[in-house]
């Protein structure tokens, strides 16, 4: 059953949590440049995530490891001067939060001052509660990220679901609890069992924002370029294509192509 929507001329932290309270499912997407936030902004999205997965995306890199804070910041900066209306959450990229506190405010903030985001992300819990902490003494919200934490790929060894066994499951649980109370206004859950997702999303007062976690949480997130169907050869269960770019992008520059060799581009009408 759908829910009225409140209308909000900016989505903040605050309005997160009302829209759990309200029972309205967020929506969430990723955006690492201008001309692309500008058309989810516009198009009403709650959240943009400007993602360390621009490793992958935007860089061609096999995982989100060799990002830069820098570029992670030139990317956000894009990202916020597109915006009118969501939140901009920004991932702190891997190396400069875990095991040292003080780096993990300094690079939170140094995100903050210069690309005028609205909030950061982490991944992990217990084992980074102490940077975690320490940035928001700094009044900088934070928002959490449980479950397959693509950063630690290499502990792992997997992009498979976690928590499926019940000690990894309990300590999820934990360590999402542990995450509300240090102060994070929103969690998300990657890759974990469906009814284990729920089963966090009912138990915390913030909001659970899965991707690859179900229906049951508070709201999902996607990959912009994944679902436009702009990369063709990522294909988890989760993700849904609402375009197949990739194949109409692909004929468009064919077509040009075509055109171009034929001198039927640029006609007449296309010239001074």
């Known amino acids: 059953m759908s829910v009225a929507k409140k209308q909000y001329k900016r989505i903040t932290t605050k309005s997160l949590v009302e829209m759990k309270s309200n029972g309205e499912k967020i929506s969430m997407l990723t955006a690492y440049d201008y001309t692309m936030a500008k058309i989810v902004d ?11 997965s621009a490793s992958n995306v935007m860089a061609g890199h096999e995982t989100t490891l060799p990002i830069t804070l820098d570029q992670m910041i ?7 001067r597109a915006i009118d209306r969501c939140l901009v959450v920004v991932d702190l990229p891997f190396g400069t939060y875990q095991g040292n506190s003080k780096n993990a405010l300094e690079s939170a903030i140094k995100i903050m001052k210069e690309t005028g985001g609205h909030a950061v992300k982490l991944e992990g819990g217990s084992e980074i509660g102490e940077s975690i902490s320490r940035i928001l003494t700094a009044g900088i919200p934070v928002m959490g990220h449980l479950g397959l934490t693509p950063q630690s ?45 729920k089963k966090v999303a009912e138990s915390l007062t913030i909001p659970v924002i899965g ?10 997130v996607l990959v912009t370029h994944d679902m436009l169907g702009m990369t063709h050869e990522f294909n988890p269960r989760f993700l849904r294509r609402y375009l197949d770019m990739y194949a109409e992008m692909t004929d468009a520059f064919k077509q040009y192509i075509d055109d171009v060799k034929s001198v039927d581009f640029p006609n007449e009408k296309e010239q001074y």
Do not use: N
Request: aromatic share 6%; net charge negative.
């Open 42 to 52: 516009g198009a009403g999205i709650d959240v943009i995530l400007v993602g360390d």
């Open 74 to 80: 030139y990317h956000a900066s894009s990202v916020v």
């Open 153 to 197: 790929i290499y502990k792992f060894g997997t992009y498979t679901v976690r928590a499926k066994e019940e000690e990894e499951a309990k300590k999820l649980m934990e360590d999402a609890k542990l995450l509300e109370e240090l102060g994070c206004f929103a969690l998300v859950l990657e890759k974990v069992p469906a009814k284990l997702a």
């Open 211 to 220: 991707i690859g976690a179900g229906a049951g949480v508070d709201g999902q």
